[in-house]
């Protein structure tokens, strides 16, 4: 597989699986497997990739980003702060302690990943385990925060889907699901440009080198990252409108099981 078959494959499938409740890191350790797409897609391309979904995230909630300036969306701007610490930590000490790569590389736990996240979807169609869901955006309180925040560091594990799972806690814990999804999005914001700053820092150390991809090739990837994940971020806003948030999980409990099918068949092959 070429270069640029390879640079425009990540980047669609960062910009649909960033978004939508499925897991691009899941995804992308699954391609890797199955298609020979690089496991990490390096330091560079990494950067470029998220910088797209930044961009898209700025511009679809540009107003509400705009906002967190004046003195009544505070609490708002203070919620998102405290959401975004745990994964923060938890990201951190996953990039130091190198578990995350061997995660990465093991189909099982990508595979059970998947069937967390099909398990979680589905939680927000019973309606007896969610709260009344009639907390607004502003009035998001401490502790939906940082149950919601907790979730995001959770799904720092591939093949758990950090959109969906934030999302579904953030309804069970009684917040609209517009707001919820909302909220999600902006929590994504730090989470993103977090984890871009760590990518920066390996770039830096490899004295910013590009790896095997041209400046044209990262800037095309740049764009249908960007474009891609606007197009998801209008999908799955719909989704929710419609209240359709769990029909994922009948997309992620078949790929989970046939992830976790093919790994058992393959060990008793070997």
């Known amino acids: 597989m070429n270069s640029w ?3 425009i494959i990540l980047a669609v499938l960062q910009g649909v699986a960033e978004f939508l409740p499925v897991s691009s890191s899941g995804h992308l350790a699954l391609l890797s497997s199955l ?18 979904s930044l961009v898209a995230i700025s511009i679809f909630y540009f107003n509400t980003l705009l906002g967190f300036f004046r003195k009544n969306q505070l609490h708002l701007l203070l919620m998102v ?8 930590v938890v990201g951190i000490l996953l990039k ?9 590389g093991d189909m099982i736990s990508v595979g059970m990943g998947f069937l967390i996240t099909a398990s979680i979807l589905r939680l927000t169609g019973k309606e007896k385990l969610r709260a009344k869901s009639d907390t607004g955006l502003q009035d998001i309180s401490l502790r939906q925060a940082i149950t919601v925040g907790i979730v995001q560091a959770f799904a720092i594990l591939p093949g758990i889907s950090r959109a969906g799972s934030t999302i579904a806690f953030g309804i069970i814990s009684g917040i609209k699901f517009e707001a919820a999804a909302a909220f999600s999005f902006l929590l994504a914001l730090p989470a993103i440009a977090g984890a871009t700053l760590l990518e920066l820092v390996e770039l830096s150390r490899n004295n910013f080198q590009l790896g095997d991809f041209s ?3 990262l800037f095309t990837a740049f764009i249908i990252s960007a474009a891609v994940s606007f197009a998801s971020l ?5 989704l929710i409108r419609k209240r359709k948030l769990e029909y994922f999980a009948w997309y992620m409990f078949f790929i989970g ?10 060990a008793s092959k070997g």
């Open 5 to 7: 078959m390879i640079i």
């Open 35 to 52: 298609c020979g797409l690089p496991a990490k897609e390096g330091a560079a391309v990494s950067i470029v990739l998220h910088a797209g």
């Open 81 to 88: 702060i405290l959401g975004s610490i745990p994964a923060g």
């Open 96 to 104: 130091k302690s190198g578990l995350i790569d061997h995660l990465f």
């Open 215 to 217: 400046i044209p090739q």
């Open 234 to 238: 209008i999908l799955l806003v719909n």
């Open 257 to 266: 099981a046939a992830v976790v099918v093919w790994q058992i068949i393959s």
